[in-house]
């Protein structure tokens, strides 16, 4: 019996509105979202809009044009519709790294700079260096839409912990054990392309490393 998680297609649905809304699509179906039931394994992600299906942006979606497909791509109960283009490299990614449940593929206002100038973005505050959990967010080497090769480079950008890569001259791919965390790390990976950017005119903005950010003191500690 497949089991399909109401709650996890609306809040596929819902993700659509919020890429618009936090400035992670420049419209259409630019961008995509996804997410894992940790408990069927089963991945819920943005559609592919088709003639059958037609989607003028991701303002539209409801939780009946979400796709639920399982690791090998193939479309899971009785829904005809398609995964978004992307699929390929949502499903490498969740393939690398076990313990991520949630992806946010982003074309930003901010970070799709550092992709277009394929440039890596040192952590320079201390929210994004914890939050994306690297003192770099490298960028892949550039690979086509909707390829295997893509999810293989951008797999290799992000590398066993970090939690966000820019993709060459394409966008950006943010992840967590949730789609809430994955949120989070694309708002937070913005703002440091904003602060890296502007940085970069007024001066030159210092990275900061896990060793400046030692370990956070205990309660005891802090109140003696
Ligand atoms: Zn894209």
Redesign the pocket.
Known sequence: MIKINQDLKNEVAQSGPLLIEKGLTPGRD???TSLRDPETGFIYILPRPSPRQPICDWSQVTADDVAVINMNGEIVGDSNVLPTI?TPMHLRIYEARPEVNGIV?S?GEWSSIFAALRQNIPAVTLDALETICTEEIRCSAYAQ?ATKELGDSVVEALGKKSKAAL?AN??AVCIGTSLNEAFLVAYLLEKLSMQVAFGNILGKPIPITWKDFGDAPTYEEMVP
Request: proline content about 0%; cysteine-free.
């Open positions: 630019f961008g995509d992307e593929h074309h839409i993709m394409h966008g």
